[in-house]
């Protein structure tokens, strides 16, 4: 089988190019660095060196694909976020039709349901809405859930502050570790078992903000630190602070608000996973996030 993995070969992507590799699958992998093409080949990759905002160059690479994994990468001070998104995703559109590729697992998102107010998430919505339009294409959305490494976040407001907090967090907030979202994008690569579009709900734990702070505070000495629920108002100043554009920290802040009024969540809930991820927050907490802090 002939792939296209988007992503290059970050926490997700790169496990994922590593066992379809193995498994003695063609891959190739589309990064933006030159610098990245000897990792990937020593994957056993080939690599493409471009960028997903050119529509020729996407078109190109998905030349002779069977499946695609895509997904829309970060683009940190970008204005027009959604915009931005969108034009990536027509992007994948048209190289999909152009090469008739017949099968693609998408990253999605929880909240993806939405369409409007999850802030970052939007787009990854309006990129499930016009793969749903793609005549006879197979699509698995992957929607994970909070990323356990954004909580990494929080070591500087330990640091700074001995707190950890958010505009959100007195509910349960779904999180998930990266390697559990790998797995499961892995296996629906190989397996290509799906029809129609489907959407796949990935989740590894499920805790509330003060168990949160209780479990990575433990994790590094501190287990009596408190997680704070700020105003969205100091929730978007404290973005701010830390370099973020307006746009970015608006958008943010509009997750957050999903997340603590329930919207953001309530599909997943509503359709659970029947099993959750191997990793837990303890093990994030252990390893990750104790590294992180002593650094």
């Not at 499930?128 to 994970?144: D, H, I, M």
């Amino acid at each position: 089988m002939n792939y296209i993995i988007t992503g290059s070969i970050g926490h997700i992507s790169k496990p994922i190019v590593e066992k379809l590799a193995k498994a003695g699958h063609s891959v190739t992998v589309i990064t933006t660095k030159a610098d990245n093409v000897p990792e990937i080949e020593a994957l056993g990759a080939k690599a493409a060196v471009g960028s997903v905002e050119d529509a020729d160059f996407v078109k190109q690479a998905f030349a002779g694909a069977d499946a695609a994994y895509l997904m829309i990468p970060p683009k940190w001070g970008v204005t027009n976020w959604r915009g931005f998104q969108n034009n990536v995703a027509d992007n994948y559109i048209a190289a999909i039709q152009a090469n008739e590729v017949p099968y693609v697992v998408m990253l999605s998102s929880i909240g993806a349901h939405m369409g409007n107010g999850a802030g970052p998430i939007d787009g990854l919505h309006d990129l499930e809405q016009k793969l749903k339009t793609v005549e006879g294409l197979n699509v698995k959305a992957l929607r994970p859930s909070y990323f356990m490494y954004n909580l990494l976040n929080m070591v500087g407001l330990v640091k700074g502050a001995g707190i950890m907090g958010s505009n959100f967090g007195d509910d349960k907030l779904v999180l998930v570790h990266t390697s559990d979202i790998a797995e499961v994008a892995l296996q629906s690569l190989m397996n290509l078992d799906f029809t129609g579009f489907q959407v796949r709900y990935i989740a590894s734990d499920e805790r509330t903000g003060a168990e949160i702070a209780s479990v990575l505070g433990g994790a590094i000495g501190k287990p009596e630190t408190p997680w704070v629920v700020f105003s969205d108002e100091q929730s978007k100043q404290g973005m701010l602070q830390a370099g973020m554009n307006d746009e970015m920290a608006t958008g943010y802040t509009a997750m957050g608000i999903a997340i603590r009024n329930g919207a953001l969540q309530e599909d997943y809930f509503a359709n659970r996973p029947a099993t959750l991820g191997k990793v837990k927050l303890e093990d994030f907490a252990a390893n990750e996030f104790a590294q992180a802090f002593n650094q």
